[in-house]
């Protein structure tokens, strides 16, 4: 039997596909504001990169950031690759727009509140500043790219987690309260969650490590696992388990990730890596047990 009572989620890029939905989203908001005539392969190492280095949990934040950078290192040649932005943060412990706001001019600076705007079209297929909430049931549209996203795991697989030895599941995410609610409904859950606790952006913000101390009190964790796909994931287990010393309650930091990610989660001290979260039960039946 698993050692581990909780194990936490990320939900995008762990739970859920969204390559073709928040991911999809930045990469054509980027082409609207961008003369960007590389390939989406590369497009995507850039939104890769900016998730490694954290800071842009957000998908618009990442947006925003991603045109600015592009903007300010425009050439007129091709595009020559990563944006180096981890060798940067590495070296002055700034990150997200922050670091965006010390490496680009303002004259490069996109309009934020367009950047948004478009994003929630894209997602939603509407403007969620000018439509009623509906409590959360409004899906009106039929173009909004969150009817493309598809689980990675399957009905059975929180049951069978809970047969390992795990106690409590929850859930710690930078969608909104919202886009909970459209999540659970991609996983399979209309009516019920299989989490015991949820913490939205709305709470916390990655990688405010208040937001495990909150999860592991309410869930009475005594050694468990978070299960993440960003830099920020990472360091909000890393920055938790500096402050929690003194506390008995561990979290271990899962990372799900492939190539130049996973040697980067590998390089930075990630307690596990695996290629999909599917794996997860397998480690906790044997290696981590």
Request: charged share 25%.
């Amino acid at each position: 039997m698993s050692r581990f009572d909780t194990i936490v989620f990320d939900v995008d890029g762990v739970l859920i596909d969204v390559s073709k939905s928040f991911t999809q989203a930045v990469k054509e908001i980027v082409r609207h504001h961008v003369k960007y005539t590389e390939a989406d392969a590369t497009l995507e190492e850039h939104i890769a990169a900016l998730r490694r280095v954290g800071g842009f949990n957000n998908d618009w934040d990442l947006a925003y950031g991603l045109i600015a950078l592009l903007r300010a290192r425009a050439t007129d040649g091709p595009d020559q690759g990563p944006l180096g932005l981890e060798e940067i943060s590495a070296r002055t412990g700034v990150r997200g727009l922050e670091l965006v706001g010390t490496l680009v001019p303002p004259d490069a600076l996109p309009e934020y509140e367009e950047v948004l705007a478009t994003g929630q079209r894209l997602y939603w297929g509407f403007d969620t500043a000018k439509q009623p909430q509906h409590n959360g049931t409004d899906h009106e549209s039929e173009g909004g790219l969150y009817r493309l996203e598809e689980p990675f795991v399957t009905l059975g697989f929180f049951d069978e987690l809970r047969g390992l030895g795990v106690k409590k599941l929850g859930v710690f995410t930078g969608r909104n309260r919202r886009e909970v609610r459209q999540a659970l409904e991609t996983l399979g859950y209309t009516s019920q969650s299989p989490f015991d606790a949820i913490v939205t952006s709305e709470e916390f913000s990655k990688p405010d490590p208040a937001a495990l101390f909150y999860l592991a009190r309410v869930l009475e964790t005594t050694r468990g696992i978070y299960v993440g796909d960003t830099g920020d994931d990472l360091r909000l287990v890393q920055e938790y388990s500096k402050a929690a010393t003194k506390h008995g309650h561990t979290f271990v930091s899962v990372m799900i990730a492939t190539g130049q990610s996973a040697d980067y989660f590998k390089r930075n001290g990630a307690d596990v890596v695996l290629k999909t979260v599917g794996e997860l039960p397998r480690l906790l039946d044997t290696e981590m047990s």
